[in-house]
Structures are given as structure tokens and as C-alpha cells.
């Protein structure tokens, strides 16, 4: 069965540090990979996706990825407490947009 | 939440009853992804429509379950008898080419 593997946190780092990410996924053969982050009682929103291997930045995000390890990150510069929410790793599963979720990190960003 | 559309947001069934969940993707897409959402769990996923076809229902539970996206109209998520643990937050999503999955508001199922 396809995995996806987060640690569940929570992870909490101070205001204006790095806050990093990691997830790990048992597929081999998947191509495209995501990062969700979602406030309590709301909808995933999407905040990065990455197909080939090394960084993506954008903004105050970084997604790294590293088929070889089938491990994939996510850092946040300068973090903020508005960035306190669970943030999901997703990969694709087949050859349509069909998703498999870790469980989530919880990031709280203290003042 | 990228234009697609979910209504309810919170639907509210005894047990026995019915749920139905609907959904409309994006302005000019034919397809759609429904995901549910446990309490305090991960999103996992439960089917895969385009208009007047699944595609893929294998996360889809065997039974009181049942999805359609028909030629006109939204699609629908269907639990028929619903029970305590069908309680959850259900998401409709589209996913432009190349551009990730874009999730609905959800639907908030609440079973007494």
C-alpha cells in the first residue's frame, strides 16, 4: 500500500525562524508532489508543488525534493504566527491528479 | 478555493437518513475528485468522476455509497443510512493541468 509519512508535530519554532517540513513516501514511482496547509475547521489550500528533483522557492516557501532518498520538504522563512496551522504533504497516486495524503504536521509559531 | 463550489457546508443527519453532498469544480472543468476527511485524520481519497463517467472509485466504502457527475448539474456524493462514523468533512476538488488540486470549501457531515 502507498504511504506517505509525516511527522505529526507539532512543531513549534519561534517567530522569524525556519520552520522545516519533512515527508517521506513509499512509491517510487511517483511523480508529482505537493504541500497543502490547512487552518482548523477549513479546506486544504495549496501552497507549493514540485516535479523534479532539488528546490522550488517561492516567496517565503521552499520545497526540496529527493527522489533518489523519496523524501520531500518544505521550509518556511521567516516564520509568522499567521503560519500556524497543519501543513499536509500529498504525491500522486496513477496517472490523474489522484492524491495521497500524509497525516500532517501541526506548526505553531510562537511571538 | 479556486472557484469550485460546495454546498452545504454543514449538513446535519440523524442515523438511518440521508446525505447529500454536492459539488461544482471549476468554471470549465468536466471533472472532479471527492476526499474525505476524518476526525483528525488525513484527507484520504474516495473517487474520481468526469460528466456521465467514474473513473476511479477505489477508495469509495462497498457499501451506502455512491457518486455521480451527470451531463448537467453538479456533482453528487450520496450516503444513504448514514451512520455515527460517516461523520467527517467531505471535499470536492479540481486539478487544472499542471497546476496541482484545488480543494472546495467542504462539506461539514455531522450524524446524531
Known amino acids: 500500500q502507498k504511504e506517505v509519512e509525516q511527522n505529526s508535530g507539532p512543531l513549534s519554532v519561534p517567530e522569524g525562524a525556519i520552520a522545516s517540513l519533512n515527508c517521506t513516501y513509499s512509491?517510487?514511482?511517483?511523480?508529482?508532489f505537493f504541500w497543502y496547509r490547512q487552518y482548523s475547521g477549513k479546506s486544504p489550500e495549496l501552497i507549493m508543488f514540485i516535479y523534479s528533483n532539488g528546490d522550488k522557492e517561492d516567496g517565503r516557501f521552499t520545497a526540496q525534493l529527493n527522489k533518489a532518498s523519496q523524501y520531500v520538504s518544505l521550509l518556511i522563512r521567516d516564520s509568522q504566527p499567521s503560519d500556524s496551522a497543519t501543513y499536509l504533504c500529498?504525491?500522486?497516486?496513477?496517472?490523474?491528479?489522484?492524491?495521497?495524503f500524509g497525516a500532517g504536521t501541526r506548526l505553531a509559531v510562537h511571538p | 478555493n479556486a472557484g469550485v463550489m460546495q454546498n452545504p457546508r454543514h449538513l446535519v443527519r440523524r442515523r438511518g437518513q440521508e446525505a447529500r453532498l454536492r459539488c461544482s469544480p471549476m468554471?470549465?472543468?468536466?471533472?472532479v475528485y471527492w476526499y474525505r476527511q476524518l476526525p483528525e485524520e488525513g484527507l484520504k481519497f474516495m473517487v474520481y468522476?468526469?460528466?456521465?463517467?467514474?473513473?476511479?472509485e477505489s477508495g469509495m466504502p462497498k457499501e451506502r455509497f455512491s457518486a455521480e457527475f451527470p451531463k448537467e448539474g453538479p456533482s453528487i456524493l450520496r450516503i444513504q443510512q448514514v451512520v455515527r462514523g460517516d461523520s467527517a468533512a467531505y471535499f470536492c476538488?479540481?486539478?487544472?493541468?499542471?497546476?496541482?488540486?484545488?480543494f472546495g470549501p467542504g462539506t461539514r457531515l455531522t450524524v446524531l
Open positions: 468522476l468526469q460528466k456521465e463517467n467514474i473513473i476511479d
Open positions: 468554471k470549465g472543468h468536466s471533472h
Open positions: 512509491d517510487r514511482g511517483s511523480q508529482s
Open positions: 500529498a504525491v500522486t497516486d496513477g496517472g490523474y491528479n489522484k492524491l495521497i
Open positions: 476538488a479540481s486539478s487544472p493541468p499542471g497546476q496541482g488540486t484545488y
